[in-house]
């Protein structure tokens, strides 16, 4: 089963950040926070993950808090392609990955 | 540089036939994980293989069973196929996780299976 909780759909306005937030309050200590989009039924892409610390890469940002119970991921200045189904996973079983039903993001313009 | 790479794009099959699909790994890794997505669903892990051996399972039937070859290419069979086996497949390699690390998985195209 799905260890993370997110809610279903979330509306941002082009240009605007957008910041999609995930519960996870039983992660454990060596599980890693995993955030991956899927546009249109492709492959999920691969964003951003993170362990304590907060990450930043070219895509987003993730800021995990201080208990590591929940998570934000940012995405700076979101744009229409970023509509998308965006999964955040916990994992620590050699990438057995439990998908949840994710947030449906939708940036209009 | 080739990502993941699966074939076919899509397949039609009848009921109790059996299909096999196929998946290349993203140079580099030599893992390679299997899920299926349904319509309007999340994937489901179906299984990982590594160094050509089953690692992990998902609950999934033994209908389906799978092949990872020397070449870290793999192979997912389904037998007996049923209507619910209709979905989209996805596979996703990455380089073998060690105790302690992490590695992101990347996710081929999929191949969309329907079953009538």
């Known amino acids: 089963d799905a260890k993370t909780t997110q809610p279903p759909s979330m509306d941002c306005a082009e240009g605007r950040a957008a910041n999609l937030p995930c519960n996870h309050s039983t992660i454990s200590g060596n599980e890693y926070v995993y955030w991956y989009r899927q546009i249109h039924s492709q492959g999920p892409q691969y964003i951003i993950h993170?362990?304590?610390n907060n990450e930043t890469n070219e895509m987003a940002s993730l800021i995990i808090t201080e208990d590591r119970k929940s998570s934000t991921l940012i995405l700076p200045h979101a744009t229409l392609r970023d509509t998308a189904v965006y999964y955040c996973i916990v994992d620590y079983n050699f990438n057995k990955f439990y998908f949840g039903s994710g947030t449906k993001l939708n940036v209009k313009p | 540089d080739a990502g993941v790479t699966q074939s076919p794009t899509h397949l039609i099959k009848t009921r109790g036939q059996q299909v096999t699909l196929r998946c290349s790994p993203k140079s580099g890794h030599d893992t390679v994980s299997w899920y299926q997505q349904a319509l309007g669903q999340g994937p489901q892990f179906i299984f990982q293989?590594?160094?050509?051996?089953?690692?992990q399972r998902g609950n999934f039937p033994d209908r389906f069973s799978g092949h990872q070859f020397p070449n870290y290419s793999s192979e997912l069979n389904v037998n007996a196929l049923l209507l619910g086996d209709s979905a989209l497949y996805l596979c996703?390699?990455?380089?073998?996780?060690?105790?302690?690390?992490?590695?992101?998985?990347?996710f081929g195209p999929g191949t969309r299976l329907t079953v009538t």
């Open positions: 996703a390699s990455s380089s073998h996780p060690a105790w302690g690390s992490s590695y992101e998985q990347y």
């Open positions: 993170g362990l304590k």
């Open positions: 293989y590594y160094e050509e051996e089953e690692r």
